[in-house]
């Protein structure tokens, strides 16, 4: 995983990542460092993030449409204190 704005992403996953993030953040989640892995699919793309936020972390599943809109997220884990 790395960070967002990682020279092996490329400019639309870079995009995908920020949209997935904006999502994220308006849902409440405040990530201190985040990272990130991003698919693309078939039907768009599905973006791995961990949020860290001191000794605690969240890690999320999104997926989203071609165009950067959200289909749906899994929340699958939170670590730490």
């Not at 990272?35 to 860290?52: D, L, M, P, S």
């Not at 071609?66 to 670590?79: A, L, N, R």
């Amino acid at each position: 995983m790395w960070r967002q704005d990682d020279s092996r992403f490329s400019a639309r996953e870079r995009e995908i990542i920020a949209a997935a993030r904006s999502y994220l953040e308006k849902q409440g989640h405040k990530p201190v460092a985040d990272y990130y892995r991003i698919e693309h699919t078939k039907n768009g793309y599905t973006v791995y993030v961990k949020f860290a936020s001191g000794w605690e972390g969240e890690r999320f599943v999104v997926l989203l449409r071609e165009d950067g809109s959200v289909i749906d997220v899994v929340y699958y884990e939170k670590t730490g204190a």
